[in-house]
């Protein structure tokens, strides 16, 4: 006999709050255009583009589920800056003034996402649209740690050899 038992529902896919095992899956540059509506460049047409980043959750009760991001489509040294904020956090250390971000680097590696939910939006059919984008990315507590490159081929998994000279 099938049970359950009774929890608070939500319009919203994921929770807010709650920390998620992820990987990143993919991102992919949207290029989205709209009309130019104040200024000296009013009602010309424009692109807009950003990143959209696909997060598959890993385990628990969302597992298999992704969670999706938008990010400007640039890297810079801004502090609010989410592509190099969740780029450095994927790859594990903080990329250098001029260095160049391939983002196929980081797919597949395991992470730590939290989702955000922002008040709902109207669809054209009159019911609503919850968002949930992905908040911030944290390093996974699982992930390998970042092989060593001055260890000797004898090293261990981190990289790292007990043999002297050490």
Known sequence: MPTATK?????????EGEYFPAVLKSVTEVEIPYTVKKGAKAGEQAIFRKWEWVFEITEGEYA??????????ELTTREDNLVR????????RELELGEDFDTDLVLEIPCIITVRNDPPRPRADGTNFYPCPVHEVFPSTNAAPARNPWATADAGAGGYSDDPPF
């Open 64 to 73: 298999g589920m992704d969670a999706f991001g938008d990010t400007e489509a």
């Open 7 to 15: 929890k608070e529902g939500s319009d919203y896919r994921l929770p």
């Open 85 to 92: 904020q969740w780029g450095e956090t994927l790859l594990g």
